[in-house]
């Protein structure tokens, strides 16, 4: 019975004028690289979106103001003016922010996952594997059916990685959950 011998120890000296180095292996060792956008087309919800989030914020600023005005003038309870003051500022700073909030709003299909992003000042970019989707979901309120748009969410197993996309035009919407489905049933098979 024969023993091998032990690996090769390596040199780390230079070589010698005149003697050749020992020929080196190329290894493809490569470090894990960050998560990089690919450059390709976002997609953007529907501008109607805007007039939704315009309609059901004016409407709860108009109940604020009607109560705050009955409590003050009706009731003579002053004290009304302090939380409908507050509840008014934040209102009409909602509303005048809400057309840059939707423009922040959008989605790209890449090749193994769908990347949402939405926010001004807080973004969240969320990527959700389409292998990893476990329901796709197409909701929409009363004045979504008005305006024609539908929110599109998705559920994976993890909670913190739902996505709920608003704003999306009625047949975006389907197609997109269509599209979303073959894929990930594709993806879920290979795995």
């Known amino acids: ?8 120890i390596p040199d780390d000296r230079p ?13 493809d060792v490569r470090e894990p690289a960050r998560l990089e956008l690919e450059p390709g087309v976002w997609h953007r919800i529907s501008p109607k979106y805007v007039w939704v989030q315009v309609i059901s914020s004016g409407s709860i600023l108009l109940i604020v ?22 509840l008014t500022l934040i209102l009409v700073w909602t509303l005048a922010i809400t057309p840059r909030q939707a423009r922040s709003i959008g989605y790209r299909l890449r090749e193994d996952d769908l990347v949402f992003r939405r926010g001004i000042l807080w973004q969240r970019f969320v990527a959700v594997p389409y292998g990893r989707m476990q329901l796709i ?7 979504d059916r008005g305006f024609g748009i539908a929110q599109l969410k998705f559920v994976t197993a993890a909670a913190t990685s739902g996505v ?3 704003g999306l035009e009625q047949a975006t919407a389907e197609a997109l959950r269509d599209h979303l489905v073959v894929v990930a049933e594709s993806r879920r098979t290979g795995l």
Do not use: F, S, Y
């Open 1 to 8: 019975m024969t023993i091998p011998p032990p690996p090769p």
């Open 15 to 27: 070589p010698a004028a005149g003697v050749a180095a020992p020929a080196v292996e190329a290894t």
């Open 65 to 86: 103001v009607a109560v705050m005005l009955v409590l003050t003038l009706v009731l003579h309870q002053w004290w009304a003016w302090i939380p409908g003051g507050i």
């Open 137 to 143: 979901d197409i909701t929409h309120g009363p004045l």
């Open 164 to 166: 709920t996309i608003p």
